[in-house]
Nanobody, 122 residues
């Protein structure tokens, strides 16, 4: 079974830092595109950062220069280093695993973790 478990969330002051981690299990031999999304109360879930199977990273404009996405060598952990946090970064953060286009390795196209809460006070 494919499972994603986020951790590392918490409460910090504006300007502080947090490092989120996503533990990936199941079908770890399959190629995957990974990403982080977040959702604040009353808001739609939005893309934060992504890293494709080849290691190329992309970021939402709102976090560019402050957040860094990375994956370990074995591709069983996805991290999001968040620096210079702002109140508007407050949200539930979700790890997402996606089957690359053209791949049949993963049973489904998309998998989500349960989320980890990030709260930034100002």
């Amino acid at each position: 079974q494919v499972k994603l478990v986020e951790s590392g969330g918490g409460s910090v002051q504006a300007g502080g830092s947090l490092r989120l981690s996503c533990a990936i299990s199941g079908y770890t031999y399959c190629r995957s595109d990974m990403s982080w999304y977040r959702q604040a109360p009353g808001q739609e879930r939005e893309f934060v950062a992504g890293i494709d199977n080849d290691g190329s990273s992309t970021y939402a404009d709102s976090v560019k220069g402050r957040f860094t996405i990375a994956q370990d060598k074995a591709k069983i952990t996805l991290d999001l280093q968040m620096n210079n946090l702002r109140a508007e970064d407050t949200a539930m953060y979700y790890c997402k695993r996606t089957r690359p286009r053209g791949s049949k390795c993963l049973p489904e196209d998309t998998y989500w973790g349960q989320g980890t809460q990030v709260t930034v006070s100002s």
